[in-house]
């Protein structure tokens, strides 16, 4: 019984043994081969140092993960190109602001001022989904901002979301 148990030991010992070197000729390989197909991009790309395969790896997952958010300069840098986005709300916060309902217009009581702009006897013209009405379309006296806003039928306040301008 103790040559068994003896015999047994022995075969577990080689087997551990043997599964360690073979995992360190698979890890060696692996290494062998990742560093190969690094050097094959890295020669195709031009890369010649850290540095610039830092650059294009970062390039790369901005592009394509978007995991690093961009700052603003970058942002202007877009913008300056001449890729001219969707203009964006100028509205810094939501307004509510008090009006009267005739005819599917919204005429505003009270002007009001988003982003230096002064905006003056604006006219909402609605449509209704339900009990909902909408903006289609803005009109000011000054016409340098064009805005959206909704409200509640049989309210007497719109709520302003967005403007933008003209």
Not at 20 to 29: A, C, K, N, T
Not at 59 to 77: G, Q, S
Not at 112 to 131: D, P, Q, T
Request: proline content about 2%; overall charge negative; hydrophobic content about 35%.
């Amino acid at each position: 019984m103790q040559e068994n148990n003896n015999n047994n030991d022995y075969l577990s010992v080689r087997r551990k043994h043997f599964l360690w070197v073979v995992f360190s000729l698979v890890l060696f390989g692996a290494i062998l081969y990742f560093s190969s197909v690094i050097s094959d991009y890295a020669e195709k790309n031009e890369i010649e140092n850290f540095e610039d395969a830092k650059d294009k790896i970062i390039a790369v997952l901005k592009h394509d993960f978007a995991i690093f958010p961009e700052n603003d300069t970058a942002e202007e840098e877009k913008n300056e190109d001449g890729n001219e986005e969707k203009s964006k709300n100028i509205l810094q916060a939501p307004l509510i602001l008090s009006c009267s309902v005739e005819n599917g217009k919204a005429v505003l009581k009270e002007p009001f001022e988003v982003a230096k702009h002064k905006v003056s006897n604006g006219v909402f013209e609605l449509a209704g989904h339900g009990n909902t009405l909408y903006s289609t379309s803005f009109s000011s006296q000054e016409n340098s901002v064009s805005c959206r806003g909704t409200m509640k039928e049989g309210q007497q306040k719109i709520f302003v979301y967005y403007c933008e301008k003209i």
